[in-house]
C-alpha cells in the first residue's frame, strides 16, 4: 500500500512563505505527474500544482506566480515552496499523483493569519 507522507505546515503571517515536503513510500511518483491539492474549510479539493514526468509544471491561477513545485526523485519526494502567502492559502494540504491515487495522506495544515 502506498503511503504519502506531508510536513512543513504551520502558521504563517500574510507574505510569509512555507515550504512542504511530500515523502512517498514507494515510487509512485515515477512516470507519474506529481500533485499538490489544498481543501479548506468547506470547500472541495483542488488541484494548485503539478510537476509532469519532463518536468513541466502547471498552477492554479490563485497560485501562480507564488507557489513553485519540485521534486527529489531519488528521496520519491515532492516538494511546494509557498511564498507571498495569503489568507485564502489557509487549508490543508496533501500531495498524490494527478489524477490522484486512491491512497491519501493525512496532509499538512497551512494557516496564514496575522
Known amino acids: 500500500q502506498v503511503q504519502l507522507v506531508e510536513s512543513g505546515g504551520g502558521l504563517v503571517q500574510p507574505g510569509g512563505s512555507l515550504r512542504l515536503s511530500c515523502a512517498a513510500s514507494?515510487?509512485?511518483?515515477?512516470?507519474?505527474?506529481r500533485g499538490w491539492y489544498r481543501q479548506a474549510p468547506g470547500k472541495q479539493r483542488e488541484l494548485v500544482a503539478v510537476l509532469t514526468p519532463v518536468d513541466s509544471t502547471v498552477y492554479a491561477d490563485s497560485v501562480r506566480g507564488r507557489f513553485t513545485i519540485s521534486k527529489d526523485s531519488a528521496k520519491n519526494t515532492v516538494y511546494l515552496q509557498m511564498n507571498s502567502l495569503k489568507p485564502e492559502d489557509t487549508a490543508v494540504y496533501y500531495c498524490n499523483t494527478s489524477p490522484p491515487h486512491s491512497s491519501w495522506g493525512q496532509g499538512t495544515q497551512v494557516t496564514v493569519s496575522s
Open positions: 514507494r515510487t509512485i511518483f515515477s512516470n507519474n505527474y
